[in-house]
């Protein structure tokens, strides 16, 4: 019969390893991001962006999990490099647009080879990773929206 700690004991926690894999993933990206300044944040912003072309701050934060407090900077920073643009709805002035410029185009082709790169780095077969990436967003439903 277990001690009635043992819920606290990291070794019970779902989280740790779930935090652990995410901190060792971003490290490993760091590699790959330097040479095209970037930082993880930017990136996974820019595959968004690269993807819709032209969204909104609201649904981009949306899909990436991340609220407009640390979605701002990193937008700024993007649009400083040249890759992005903000601008101001003419529907809706209160909707902030971010458009996908040529130079962030040219971004893309230069980041083409980094998930290549990065899979060498995870040591699944293809099942189990088809199986991680489904129980993961798994997780990630379990969380209502925050409105």
Same mark, same amino acid.
């Given at each position: 019969? !277990? ?8 070794? /019970?926690?779902?989280?740790? =390893? ?20 970037? &930082? ?15 969204? &909104?701050?609201?649904?981009? !934060? ?9 979605? &701002? =900077? ?29 130079? !962030? ?9 980094? =998930?290549?790169?990065? !899979? ?5 077969? =293809? ?19 925050? /409105?």
């Amino acid at each position: 019969m !277990g001690d009635k700690y043992d819920c606290l004991k990291i070794s /019970n926690q779902l989280c740790f =390893p779930l935090y652990a894999c995410s901190k060792e993933i971003v490290k490993r990206y760091k590699p790959y991001l330097d040479p095209i300044d970037l &930082t993880y944040t930017q990136y996974i912003t820019m595959m968004v962006v690269w993807e819709e072309k032209e969204i &909104t701050v609201k649904a981009l !934060g949306d899909k990436l999990y991340l609220d407009s407090g640390t979605l &701002t =900077p990193v937008l700024k920073k993007l649009e400083q490099k040249g890759y992005v643009k903000r601008s101001r709805s003419k529907d809706d002035e209160r909707n902030l647009i971010i458009t996908l410029t040529d130079e !962030g185009l040219e971004l893309k082709k230069q980041a083409c080879e980094i =998930p290549a790169k990065m !899979g060498q780095c995870v040591k699944l077969s =293809p099942g189990e990773t088809e199986q991680l990436y489904s129980l993961l967003y798994k997780i990630l439903g379990c969380f209502p929206e925050e /409105n």
